[in-house]
């Protein structure tokens, strides 16, 4: 079973400019999260979609930040404009339900210049 | 939201010696894992463990619900271990939340 794949793998970037990361989650899973992970810190969540509706976006800073699961299935995180303290690396996990177990990928390393 | 402490934060263990990291949390949960975070950033599920005891080779995880806590045992350690341990604690109706991790180093 394939697990949850995410690119790309690193993105350099200057401050004000913008950058998407995308998500693809284990074929069923109908729960998908995005979450930042400050180093040295755990992971925080960002956004939790059920299916293609956000079930909690609450730690999203909706300023700069947007997500999208359209069909239900993959996922896009967007930051723009991006700013120094949005250098992290960016996880997407999934679940096949809200309560289930989490599957990480292996996460998307933003450094903003 | 539920507060998850986790300790120690930092373990150096020489190759072969026997560790305990333990995770606690605030409320009563619903849904508790411990992870691995690879040198690479990749967290990787050791256990999905609500509530008694599992084991997977050196490694086991013991929750007790009741009393707000969880165990994973790390035996005969190797080098390969070291990385940073998570826990994540969820309750219905809400989310999961991290510990700050516990930084393992084995050392040869």
């Known amino acids: 079973e394939a697990g949850v794949a995410q690119s790309p793998r690193y993105k350099i970037i200057e401050k004000r400019q913008s950058v998407a990361f995308w998500c693809n989650p284990i074929?069923?899973?109908?729960?998908l999260y995005w979450y930042q992970q400050i180093l040295g810190q755990g992971p925080k969540l960002l956004i939790q979609?059920?299916?293609?509706?956000?079930?909690?976006d609450s730690q999203l800073p909706k300023d700069r930040f947007s997500a999208e699961r359209l069909k239900g299935v993959d996922s896009t995180l967007k930051i723009q404009p991006a700013k120094l303290e949005d250098s992290a690396v960016y996880l997407c996990?999934?679940?096949?339900?809200?309560?289930?177990?989490?599957?990480f990928g292996e996460g998307s390393r933003l450094t903003v210049l | 939201g539920i507060q998850v402490e986790q300790s120690p934060p930092d373990l150096i263990l020489q190759e072969g010696a026997n560790s305990t990291l333990r995770c606690n949390f605030s409320d009563s949960v619903n849904n508790l894992q411990w992870f691995h975070q690879n040198p690479w950033g990749q967290l990787i599920n050791l256990f999905y463990?609500?509530?008694g005891t599992k084991q997977n080779g050196r490694l086991s995880a013991t929750t007790v619900a009741t009393e707000r806590y969880s165990l994973l045992y790390i035996s005969s350690s190797q080098t390969t271990d070291s990385g940073v341990y998570f826990c994540a604690a969820f309750s219905l109706g809400d989310q999961f939340y991290f510990g700050t991790g516990t930084s393992l180093t084995v050392i040869p």
């Open positions: 463990i609500p509530s």
């Open positions: 074929s069923g899973h109908a729960t």
């Open positions: 996990a999934s679940s096949q339900n809200p309560t289930g177990e989490l599957f």
């Open positions: 979609f059920q299916n293609n509706g956000v079930v909690d």
